[in-house]
């Protein structure tokens, strides 16, 4: 069975867009209507202003919470889509922070970025909900791709909330 001429553009050109698709994606391209609002809760300034500055531009507005308490109060008064958080913080630290999060804003997705990376923290934060488990040093690249496929994941979790609801109705 050969195949048209006109069935190898139209499968081509099928190809072409799904390949545009997936570079979009790959890249961190976002086509949102809102603004991103992303909070960084790390107990080092130098840390945080560092973060501020690969994060922010026109689609992303970015807080910043020197302490988990600090990022609790923050959490209450808006909504996030994603928080970037330090494991070791002075008072209650990431972990302990995270499942909080996770317990009462379970829509807003977390990476934990530590400078004491271990398997055990690594596999606890995946276990406790964290999107994404990174270690310091981080470049501004891997920060920005990072926050940009944890928005994703929220978008996609979105969509498919309301789909899962009807299905069990």
């Known amino acids: 069975l050969r195949a048209c001429p006109a069935s190898h553009r ?40 560092s973060l501020l500055r690969s994060l922010r531009n026109a689609s992303r507005s970015v807080q910043l919470a020197d302490s988990a308490a600090e990022a609790v109060r923050l959490l209450e008064q808006e909504r996030f889509d994603v928080v970037l958080l330090d494991l070791r913080m002075p008072g209650m630290d990431g972990l302990s922070f995270l499942k909080i999060l996770k317990q009462r804003w379970p829509e807003c997705e977390a990476i934990v970025i530590t400078g004491y990376p271990t398997i055990e923290t690594a596999v606890e934060a995946l276990r406790l909900g964290a999107f ?15 926050a940009n496929d944890a928005t994703i994941q929220k978008q996609w979790t979105l969509r498919r909330e309301p789909r899962m609801q009807a299905a069990h109705a």
């Open 132 to 146: 994404n488990y990174l270690a310091k040093p981080v470049g501004p690249d891997e920060i920005v791709s990072a």
């Open 10 to 49: 139209f499968l081509a050109r099928a190809l072409h867009k799904r390949g545009q698709a997936r570079r979009k994606r790959m890249t961190g391209e976002i086509n949102m209507q809102a603004q991103t609002k992303i909070l960084v809760v790390d107990d080092n300034e130098v840390v945080r202003l």
